[in-house]
């Protein structure tokens, strides 16, 4: 029996099939896309409500006031320029598609009001209810994708106040390591907390059940992904071969939401967010698609000295400019009215903090004031491409997140494109706070299609993992657009076993995206050969270097590597107190210190030494008295607890999660796995893969932990959840006869105005 839809123009099938994927069949574009909004609905409203409040503002309106802070901080990121060059910089078909997108998650929520579809579970929980959408309210949010680096000019600039830029050196290194800029008259200093955690408060999810809301601090340089493809010369298949499978925090429900889209004109699946219309990794019917981040820096921090005759004034070419101050009214849950807040803006963006005792401001410059910066929307453009070029034409307006793209056409050609929008700062590099008098203004922004990009490659592949990547012309002093890169490991696996034969079949792409293989213990255990003899020295030599859950070399591995050798040497290394304002260990840095055998680290053999002595002990506490049966995967392991769980009845607590199993890996490996030191749990690392056998789309294979549903009761809650711990994967049908074959759910819906068929 049909369901009848207000919005829609024809009828729309949604095959659901065994895996939670809906296939969606429509007559029009703009109803595919109404009728991905009203399926994402189904399965994810309360996500996708509070992403959308979260967004915009809204959340203390739902939650109370300890959630206004965040609200306020959401407001100040709020894209407010010129809406149509906005819309333009999505495609043509962007705004048609993003309203008819909304349209379907109000008639959903239309549904709830009218009883013919049951109010989700965590709204009636939490007491809240869902809220009606508009177009501009996808675009307008700025804040769900991080750019970069501001933490890192915080961190920067306290590190060369009390110590130098070399120590800054063993905080982070920099690629290309070029000396740093100082302003001139800039007094380098530790800036105060508040203006990153203003920032961090508008970035981060919320969280519940907590006393106080807290901004998270994970770096943001833990955000990777991988992606690869290899011509039909590389590939047993005779056709291009992609990989992809993107990283971020483990959540419940999921980040990645799958869906396939069937119009006229349009085919295509994939994987994108559930409050975002179309994709973001896939394929259509002539080419696939992936993308991994590319960390360039997008921000600035400026200083402003303040009038001290009227602190909401600033100093710019020599005259006081009052700050732009727009009031607005924050709904806030108990509170009878709404409250009234102030926003602050400069020429340069908004105010994080001002510190009227010091006489000091700050406010941060960033592309989101750009249009085209709507995070991952601009993957419309591309949802139509049939070929390597037509993809790089549409990756003109991506501005955000900055993004390494991987694209296969079935015509056999492969590229890598870098996109996201690149500052030019004429007369400073980026990589610390600047003053905001007017010596430093970017001159608007590279041109999109002069990134780096490499196409159809003599050695028959490309590959990113968020690795340093840039080209000579891209190494000048004013024109290097980022110098803080992630850990190299990932990449290198990649490369190393994509070089290790000729040709690849499906099932070595697949073994390749879930190795555990260990870059840093192929460098680093050799070292241990001159050492004396112990139990722990020869485990790790008899070890095959992979971080396999079942694996007791891999448990002593880690315990050392990341527990005792990396604090240790860094220790060794650097100057008093100067980890404390690292982000988070870098650990390729002490991998390339103790291959090089460093001076800085004094006897390395006795640190090795040491440091595997004091980690055997702690893995004998850790993981029990008989080293034969350490396992990993004991120690690391996925649990995903809901947000909620604290809301639920006593009886019920836990129901809602999902887990433990045991998983293999680590934040180094292929199979990203980022996890805590405390106890092991999964914090970061892939959850959703691809491997697409391009042009035999139906032997493309996928996987998206713990489930497409975020509906406790649904079936597809978690059923994904072991064939993702289990490295499996699931057919991805895209062919109308391979979708009818694993279909087991068919929804009909119908325009309101159609009578009911018998």
């Known amino acids: 029996m049909p369901r009848l839809i207000a919005g829609l123009s024809g009828p729309v099938d949604i ?138 000019e915080l961190r920067r600039s306290a590190v060369l106040a009390k110590y130098s830029a070399e120590a800054d050196g063993l905080r982070k290194a920099r690629q290309p390591d070029r000396p740093l800029r100082v302003p001139e008259s800039f007094d380098l200093a530790e800036l105060p907390s508040a203006i990153l955690e203003t920032y961090l408060l508008s970035t981060e999810p919320p969280s519940f059940g907590t006393d106080e809301i807290q901004p ?38 999921s980040l990645r939401y799958m869906v396939h889209l069937q119009a006229p004109g349009l085919n295509v699946i994939g994987a994108g967010e559930p409050g975002v219309p179309g994709v973001s990794f896939g394929h259509n019917e002539d080419i696939a698609f992936g993308l991994t981040i590319w960390p360039i820096d997008q921000e600035d921090l400026y200083v402003y000295d303040l009038n001290p005759d009227d602190p909401d004034q600033y100093r710019y070419q020599g005259e006081w400019q009052r700050m732009e101050v727009r009031r607005e009214s924050l709904p806030v849950r108990g509170e009878a009215q709404p409250r009234s807040i102030e926003l602050a803006f400069t020429r340069h963006g908004p105010v994080l903090h001002v510190d009227r005792a010091a006489g000091k401001a700050y406010a941060l410059r960033t592309v989101w004031t750009e249009p085209g910066t709507a995070a991952y ?31 296969a056409e079935k015509g056999g050609r492969i590229a890598h494109f870098t996109a996201g929008f690149v500052p030019i700062r004429p007369n400073w590099d980026g990589m610390l706070p600047v003053p905001g008098d007017g010596r430093f203004e970017w001159a608007g922004l590279r041109d999109p299609l002069t990134t780096p990009r490499t196409k159809d490659p003599a050695d028959g592949w490309v590959a990113t993992a968020n690795q340093f990547n840039l080209t000579e012309d891209w190494l000048g002093d004013d024109t290097t657009p980022g110098y803080e890169w992630p850990d190299p490991a990932r990449y290198r696996t990649i490369a190393a076993g994509l070089a290790a034969r000729q040709q690849h079949s499906l099932a070595d792409i697949r073994a390749l995206q879930t190795s555990f293989g260990s ?66 260990p870098d650990a390729a840095l002490v991998v390339d210190l103790l291959v090089d055998g ?18 055997w002990q702690d893995a004998l506490d850790r993981f029990g008295a008989s080293p034969a049966e350490w396992r990993w995967g004991d120690f690391h392991h996925a649990y995903h607890p809901h947000d909620l769980d604290a809301f639920l009845p006593a009886d019920s607590r836990g129901s809602w999660d999902v887990g433990p199993l045991p ?96």
């Open 15 to 152: 095959r659901i099939d065994r895996w939670g994927i809906a296939h969606i069949k429509a007559e029009s574009q703009p109803d595919a896309f109404f009728a991905q909004g009203w399926n994402a609905a189904r399965d994810r409203l309360w996500q996708i409500d509070l992403w959308r409040k979260r967004g915009l503002g809204l959340l203390a309106g739902d939650f109370g006031p300890k959630y206004a802070k965040k609200d306020e901080a959401a407001r100040l990121f709020l894209y407010s320029g010129d809406m149509a060059a906005e819309w333009r910089s999505y495609g043509p078909n962007a705004e048609a598609w993003t309203e008819a997108f909304v349209a379907g998650i109000n008639a959903y929520v239309d549904g709830i009001d009218a009883g013919s579809h049951p109010m989700p579970p965590e709204f009636t929980l939490m007491g809240t209810r869902p809220t009606r959408w508009q177009a501009v309210d996808v675009v307008r949010i700025r804040s769900h994708a991080r750019v970069h680096n501001l933490d890192n």
């Open 216 to 253: 998270e601090s994970a770096p943001s340089e833990l955000l990777g992904s991988n992606a690869w493809a290899l011509t039909p010369a590389r590939s047993t298949t005779g056709r291009p071969i992609l990989a992809t499978d993107p990283h971020r925090a483990h959540q419940m429900p």
């Open 377 to 407: 929307l601009a993957s419309l453009n591309f949802l139509q491409a049939r070929t390597v070029d037509d993809y790089e034409q549409a990756l003109r307006g991506w501005g955000a997140p900055s993004s390494n793209h991987i694209v």
């Open 519 to 584: 870059h840093p213990a192929e460098r680093l255990v050799p070292l241990l050969e001159p050492l004396a003899e112990t139990e722990a020295r020869a485990m790790l030599l008899a070890w095959d270097r992979h971080l396999a859950a079942d694996s007791a070399g891999a448990a002593l591995f880690e315990t050392w590597l990341m527990r005792h050798l990396v604090p240790a040497a860094l220790e060794a290394a650097s100057p008093d107190g100067l980890q404390a304002y690292a982000a988070l």
């Open 598 to 615: 460093d001076s800085r680290l004094g006897d390395r053999d006795a640190l090795l030494t040491a440091t595997l002595a004091a980690a």
């Open 663 to 758: 998983r293999g890996g680590s934040g180094l490996v292929i199979n990203n796995n980022n996890y805590r030191q405390s106890d092991g749990r999964l914090t970061l690392g892939v959850t959703w893969r691809m491997v697409c056998d391009v042009g035999n789309w139906d032997a493309t294979v996928t996987v998206n932990s713990p489930g497409q549903s975020g509906d406790p009761a649904s079936a597809h809650y978690r059923d994904l959840f072991p064939i993702w711990a289990a490295d499996d994967y699931v057919p991805m049908a895209f062919s109308d006869g391979a979708v009818s074959d694993v279909t087991e759910q068919t929804i009909h819906l119908h325009p309101e105005n159609v009578r009911r068929s018998s």
